[in-house]
């Protein structure tokens, strides 16, 4: 009886734990990275390697240079929109409404600090979100390529 006790309460504390540091990321299904590059490479090396695995790149769009423009002083931010029909469809046909979240974005920044980040949703939240169940293998699949592809960006 003892030793469940000790399981339970374990549990709870890790649990407790989990939710507490989960909470304190403001931007949830946001999977962030460091990156030793510039936004400009960080970005330069994302886009080669999806084109190597023959992604469309749909847009790079420069926040900061439209900020420019706009007389708005922006540290350098990024963004890269890019897809795979062969993967993302999949999702479209469990639940239209994801494709409000695909094509697949990255965004690349520099912070206050002149750290550079990249960051890109979790495809299990972008399924979570649109309540697809029936698809895990898929999220397995995008998650897996993603992670490779980002952490191949933000490689020394």
């Known amino acids: 009886m003892m030793k469940r006790l000790i399981v339970l309460l374990t549990a709870v504390a890790l649990a407790t734990l989990f939710c507490a540091t989960a909470s304190a990321d403001p931007v949830a299904g946001l999977i962030k990275k460091k990156s030793p590059h510039s936004v400009t490479q960080t970005l330069d090396r994302l886009e080669k390697v999806l084109k190597d695995k023959g992604f469309t790149i749909a847009v790079r769009w420069d926040h900061g240079a439209g900020a420019k423009k706009a007389g ?73 390529a993603l992670k490779k592809f980002t952490d191949a960006a933000v490689a020394p």
Do not use: C
């Open 72 to 144: 708005i002083e922006l540290r350098p931010t990024q963004l890269l929109v890019f897809g795979n029909p062969k993967v993302g469809s999949h999702f479209f046909t469990s639940n239209q409404t994801a494709g409000i979240d695909l094509p697949m974005k990255a965004l690349a920044w520099q912070d206050e600090k002149g750290q550079v980040w990249l960051a890109y949703n979790d495809p299990a939240y972008i399924a979570e979100r649109h309540g697809i169940t029936d698809r895990a293998e898929i999220v397995k699949k995008m998650s897996g």
